[in-house]
Nanobody, 117 residues
Framework: QVQLVESGGGLVQAGGSLRLSCVASGTIFRVNHMGWYRQAPGKQRELVATITTTAFTTYADFVKGRFTVSRDNAKNTVYLQMNGLKPEDTAVYYC??????WGTGYWGQGTQVTVSS
Protein backbone atom coordinates (compact mmCIF):
# COMPACT_ATOMS: atom_id res chain seq x y z
CA GLN A 1 0.00 0.00 0.00
CA VAL A 2 1.47 3.29 1.14
CA GLN A 3 4.14 4.19 3.64
CA LEU A 4 5.06 7.63 4.94
CA VAL A 5 8.55 8.30 6.25
CA GLU A 6 9.32 11.46 8.16
CA SER A 7 12.65 13.09 8.84
CA GLY A 8 14.11 16.32 10.13
CA GLY A 9 13.17 16.33 13.79
CA GLY A 10 15.66 16.93 16.57
CA LEU A 11 16.74 19.15 19.42
CA VAL A 12 16.98 22.90 18.89
CA GLN A 13 17.23 25.96 21.08
CA ALA A 14 14.37 28.42 21.36
CA GLY A 15 14.34 30.74 18.39
CA GLY A 16 15.91 28.15 16.14
CA SER A 17 14.61 26.42 13.04
CA LEU A 18 13.94 22.93 11.76
CA ARG A 19 12.59 21.57 8.51
CA LEU A 20 10.51 18.41 8.54
CA SER A 21 9.99 16.22 5.48
CA CYS A 22 7.52 13.44 4.81
CA VAL A 23 7.86 11.18 1.78
CA ALA A 24 5.14 8.80 0.67
CA SER A 25 5.99 5.60 -1.19
CA GLY A 26 3.95 2.78 -2.66
CA THR A 27 1.20 2.65 -5.26
CA ILE A 28 0.29 6.31 -5.47
CA PHE A 29 -1.49 7.98 -8.35
CA ARG A 30 -2.71 11.09 -6.62
CA VAL A 31 -2.38 12.63 -3.19
CA ASN A 32 -5.06 15.09 -2.17
CA HIS A 33 -4.53 17.07 0.96
CA MET A 34 -1.44 16.76 3.09
CA GLY A 35 -0.84 17.99 6.57
CA TRP A 36 1.11 18.06 9.78
CA TYR A 37 -0.17 17.33 13.27
CA ARG A 38 1.57 17.21 16.60
CA GLN A 39 1.10 15.59 19.97
CA ALA A 40 2.74 16.74 23.15
CA PRO A 41 2.97 14.48 26.22
CA GLY A 42 -0.36 14.23 27.98
CA LYS A 43 -2.16 16.15 25.26
CA GLN A 44 -4.32 15.25 22.30
CA ARG A 45 -3.03 15.29 18.76
CA GLU A 46 -3.65 18.69 17.18
CA LEU A 47 -3.59 20.11 13.70
CA VAL A 48 -0.59 22.23 12.78
CA ALA A 49 -0.97 22.94 9.06
CA THR A 50 -2.56 21.57 5.90
CA ILE A 51 -2.03 22.06 2.19
CA THR A 52 -4.29 21.14 -0.71
CA THR A 53 -3.39 20.02 -4.23
CA THR A 54 -3.64 23.65 -5.35
CA ALA A 55 -1.31 24.74 -2.55
CA PHE A 56 -4.01 26.36 -0.46
CA THR A 57 -2.73 26.34 3.09
CA THR A 58 -4.24 26.58 6.55
CA TYR A 59 -2.45 26.98 9.85
CA ALA A 60 -3.26 26.68 13.49
CA ASP A 61 -3.20 30.06 15.18
CA PHE A 62 -0.28 29.09 17.39
CA VAL A 63 2.06 28.64 14.37
CA LYS A 64 0.90 31.39 12.04
CA GLY A 65 3.78 33.52 10.90
CA ARG A 66 6.37 31.01 12.11
CA PHE A 67 5.71 27.75 10.25
CA THR A 68 5.33 27.19 6.50
CA VAL A 69 3.89 24.06 4.89
CA SER A 70 4.75 23.17 1.29
CA ARG A 71 4.59 20.18 -1.01
CA ASP A 72 6.28 18.60 -3.99
CA ASN A 73 3.65 16.64 -5.87
CA ALA A 74 6.17 14.93 -8.14
CA LYS A 75 7.90 13.49 -5.07
CA ASN A 76 4.77 12.89 -2.96
CA THR A 77 6.48 14.92 -0.28
CA VAL A 78 5.22 17.45 2.22
CA TYR A 79 7.46 19.79 4.17
CA LEU A 80 7.11 21.86 7.31
CA GLN A 81 9.55 24.72 7.76
CA MET A 82 9.53 25.75 11.40
CA ASN A 83 11.10 29.05 12.39
CA GLY A 84 11.07 30.89 15.66
CA LEU A 85 10.60 27.67 17.61
CA LYS A 86 9.37 27.90 21.19
CA PRO A 87 9.59 25.38 24.03
CA GLU A 88 5.83 24.86 23.76
CA ASP A 89 6.37 23.55 20.21
CA THR A 90 7.98 20.47 21.73
CA ALA A 91 6.01 17.44 20.54
CA VAL A 92 6.00 14.46 18.23
CA TYR A 93 5.11 15.71 14.77
CA TYR A 94 3.11 13.48 12.43
CA CYS A 95 2.50 13.94 8.74
CA UNK A 96 -0.69 12.95 7.00
CA UNK A 97 -1.39 12.35 3.32
CA UNK A 98 -4.73 11.46 1.75
CA UNK A 99 -4.06 9.11 -1.16
CA UNK A 100 -6.98 9.39 -3.55
CA UNK A 101 -6.49 6.10 -5.36
CA TRP A 102 -6.72 4.21 -2.07
CA GLY A 103 -9.52 6.43 -0.76
CA THR A 104 -7.93 6.81 2.64
CA GLY A 105 -5.36 8.77 4.57
CA TYR A 106 -2.02 7.60 5.88
CA TRP A 107 0.10 8.70 8.82
CA GLY A 108 3.81 8.90 9.29
CA GLN A 109 5.51 7.27 12.25
CA GLY A 110 6.18 10.61 13.92
CA THR A 111 9.34 12.60 14.50
CA GLN A 112 10.34 14.16 17.80
CA VAL A 113 10.89 17.91 17.96
CA THR A 114 12.35 19.22 21.20
CA VAL A 115 12.87 22.93 21.81
CA SER A 116 15.02 23.91 24.77
CA SER A 117 14.67 27.24 26.56
Amino acid sequence: QVQLVESGGGLVQAGGSLRLSCVASGTIFRVNHMGWYRQAPGKQRELVATITTTAFTTYADFVKGRFTVSRDNAKNTVYLQMNGLKPEDTAVYYCFQYVANWGTGYWGQGTQVTVSS
